[in-house]
């Protein structure tokens, strides 16, 4: 039986150190703020929304809701993140994405200052985890994962890695970080060639291609650690599971994150240790 690597875990413990952070930056007279920004009222939307809010009021962050209709016109919308990028008071930016078709999704993303991009989709952001450098944030999600192996030390140092999927917000980034930190790394997509031969060789196993059930015990060693960044629904459990056929995998494996309750509740603990970070430059408090 493989450890289950619970994300309530980490989160409980980034939690807790964001608490101090943020009283220590508040006795120094910088509140971090974050602003969202939502076109609409998308149920999906709504619920990640409601999901960042809780998250941000146990580490007692401010929060700002800019909430825009569904037909707001271009120019609109354009001057209102203008503002945002522009407000001293405001220290990140969640942009929820897409925004409605009749609106230009790239150039938004590129008109998101990035020292207040904390979700990680700006092309400068991008640039500094490939650089590894501080400049504005890296995906969330991919530093989730990345906080799930430190959180429970995992070594990552000499380490094989296999990452499956070469996405923007995950794949290419979490790969980018793994080499980082020394591991070796195949990034393996849809026209690798017989992908279980690759993965089956690594100590870490990282799926993010965001289809249901699509690793299994043949991808596998006894001896690996598998991260499942997947989140899919699945019509014969009537909800959330990943990339990982985890009941066929997790007899076989070292260790497993679960879908849900892996790697999800840490990247919303991200995002919002990202506003802090964000706050924190901004104040000029490194």
Known sequence: MAVVLKGKEVADAMTVQMRQDVAALKEKGCTPTLC???VGERPDDLAYERGIIKRAG???IEVQKVVLPENVSQEEFDRTLTRLNEDDVIHGILMFRPLPKHLDNEKARCMLNPAKDIDGCTDLSLAGVFT?????FPPCTAEAAMEILHHF?????GKKAAVIGRSLVIGRPVAMMLMHENATVVNCHTRTK??????RRADILIAASGQLHSVTKEYTNPGQVVIDVGINWDEKKGGISGDVAFEDVEPFVQAITPVPGGVG???TCVLIRHVVEAARRSCGLH
């Open 194 to 199: 017989d992908v279980p031969e690759i993965t």
């Open 58 to 60: 146990t580490v007692d």
């Open 36 to 38: 969202i920004l939502r």
């Open 153 to 157: 030390q995992i070594p990552v140092s």
């Open 132 to 136: 590894n450098t501080k400049t504005g």
């Open 265 to 267: 509740s840490v990247t």
